[in-house]
Each structure stands twice: as structure tokens, then as C-alpha cells.
């Protein structure tokens, strides 16, 4: 370098390290325009210290303020699908989750998960028999259903049908639902099951239209940005043709139990300790998600 420029350049950089901070151009900092928590798995019942321990978390949740509102992925009670679960049993757990989710003081929406539905009612006429009663106990107005906010679109499914898929009417539900929203609306769905992960290989549980829902989240590929799931307990990401899978491991981990000789850790379930995701969503689409452990609280 010549002698000329670079004096030319020193007393340039010179002249930068004096100006006076209001001359130089902030730096923009860009921010989410809905910040959500999906929490999943809660398995809340009245042994293990489940109730103070998920009241805890669900309070350790709420101390972020930014939190527009939850998501919560199915399975809230701990179990009303095995044969020897009577009426008292299911209503003592959905009783205990009321007294849980008062402490979530935003709006949640739900859906159903495998051990949320009485099956084993005297009769299908019994108002505790099936989805109907969870949709009510979990005040969603409907088992699937979608609703907007800030310019995203959200769709909560039902897997909980033979086979573990979505049923004739509600693929055709969904399929119009994507039809009819515009152009690169940024869409996330939710249900209990993944649809993809690598948490399938060894412990099964997903979606069994998973051929069908790619092909069509491939014709809206401008649209569909991510599937969010639990039922695994366990947590893990996959990308595939642009979607992001979460599945989010579990409020409840070992399903409140300390755990076994294959658990990394107090309370978790193999790898993944219990915990809640926090999802960061931009007008352009872009979603950060990140996993919070609160296996220490």
C-alpha cells in the first residue's frame, strides 16, 4: 500500500472513532412478533407431588413476560385410557388440572392426547365418553380446529383415530384450511404425535398419514413452516422439505417418576429432561425455538 493511501485511510478511521454515538446508525435489532410456549405431557395426577411440582414449572413458565400464549400438546391428565379407570379417577385428575392451569393467566390451546379420553364409560351416551367430554374439560372449541394471530395461522389436529391419523373428514378439513389462507401465510400445526423424528425408530408413536400430510405440506410448502408434537417425552428436530418437526419432550419427564437405569438424569425420560419450548416467531416466518429444562426447579 502506497504511503499516500494509507494515510488517507488512518486518519478516515480516525474520524469514524470520534463521531458522536448519535451519528452513528443504530443497530436494529429485530423482534419477534408472538413469543408462545408449548408445553405437552403434563400426565397431571395426585401422586409423586405431581400437582406442587407442575404448579412450579407451569409458574416458572409464567415468569417471562413476553409470553403471548400456550400451546399445550395433549396428554394433561395422567391417564383415563386403561381398562381399570373409573368415573372418580377421571374426574379427581381433570379436577386437579383446573386447579393447575389457573396459574397460566393467558389464553391456552389445547389438544387431545392419547390418555386424555374415558373409553371405558358405561356407554358411548355417557357424557364423559370419549373427545367430546376432553374438548370440554380443555375448553377448545372443538378436537381440531385452527385460529390466527399477528398474522400466523395455527391448526390443532386429532390424531387420536385408528391408526394414529387424522380421520376422513378432518384431512379434508385441513386441506381446505391450507387451501384457503394466502399466499406465504406462515402456518404451525400441532398435535400430540409427531409426524417425523428420529425418536420414532425406537419408540414408534407417530402419525400414520405421515405420506399423505408431506405430500400436502409439500403443495404448500409457502405456508407450512412447522409441526409441533410431544407424546415421546423426548426431544429432537428434524427439517424436511422446509417443515420443521419438534417433538418437545414433556412437562412431567419420567411421567413425575425419578426415573430408570437408562435415564440420564433425575426425572428424565432417557436423554431429555422435563421442560417447555419457547417459540419466537417473525413476521417473515423464521421460528426460533428453544428447549427449557426444568428439571432444577
Known amino acids: 500500500m502506497k504511503r499516500r493511501n494509507f494515510l488517507t485511510g488512518s486518519v478516515a478511521a480516525a474520524t469514524m472513532a470520534v463521531l458522536p454515538a448519535s451519528a452513528i446508525p443504530p443497530i436494529k435489532i429485530k423482534k419477534p412478533v408472538l413469543t408462545v410456549a408449548h408445553i405437552t405431557d403434563v400426565h397431571i395426577h395426585d401422586k ?35 381398562d381399570n ?9 381433570w379436577t386437579i388440572w383446573d386447579e393447575f392451569i389457573k396459574h397460566a393467566p393467558l389464553e391456552v390451546y389445547s389438544c387431545i392426547g392419547n390418555h386424555d379420553p374415558w373409553w371405558k364409560a358405561p356407554s358411548q351416551n355417557d357424557e364423559m365418553y370419549g373427545k367430546p367430554y376432553v374438548v370440554k374439560r380443555l375448553k377448545i372449541p372443538n378436537r381440531y380446529y385452527s385460529f390466527s394471530k399477528k398474522g400466523w395461522h395455527f391448526i390443532v389436529l386429532d390424531g387420536n383415530n385408528e391408526g394414529i391419523k387424522l380421520d376422513t373428514e378432518q384431512m379434508e378439513w385441513l386441506k381446505a384450511e391450507l387451501t384457503k389462507l394466502k399466499t406465504n401465510t ?5 398435535s400430540h404425535y409427531p409426524m417425523l423424528s428420529s425418536t420414532c425408530i425406537w419408540s414408534g408413536g407417530g402419525h400414520g398419514d405421515y405420506k399423505e400430510l408431506k405430500a400436502l405440506f409439500y403443495q404448500h410448502k409457502d405456508k407450512v413452516r412447522m409441526w409441533l408434537s410431544g407424546h415421546q417425552h423426548l426431544r429432537d428436530s428434524v427439517t424436511y422439505n422446509g417443515v420443521t418437526y419438534l417433538c418437545n419432550g414433556a412437562i412431567s419427564g419420567y411421567w413425575w417418576g425419578t426415573g430408570d437405569k437408562e435415564s440420564a438424569g433425575k426425572y428424565y425420560y432417557q436423554e431429555t429432561p422435563p421442560g417447555y419450548a419457547l417459540l419466537k416467531l417473525y413476521d417473515d416466518g423464521a421460528i426460533e425455538n428453544e428447549y427449557i429444562p426444568l428439571d432444577m426447579v
Do not use: C, H, W
Open 85 to 93: 379407570v373409573t368415573r372418580d379417577m377421571v374426574t379427581a385428575q
Open 186 to 190: 406462515p402456518v404451525i400445526l400441532m
Open 48 to 82: 409423586e407431588d405431581a400437582p406442587a411440582r407442575a404448579t412450579r414449572y407451569l409458574k416458572k413458565v409464567m415468569e417471562n413476560k413476553d409470553i403471548d400464549f400456550i400451546l399445550n400438546g395433549g396428554d394433561s391428565i395422567f391417564d383415563a385410557s386403561y
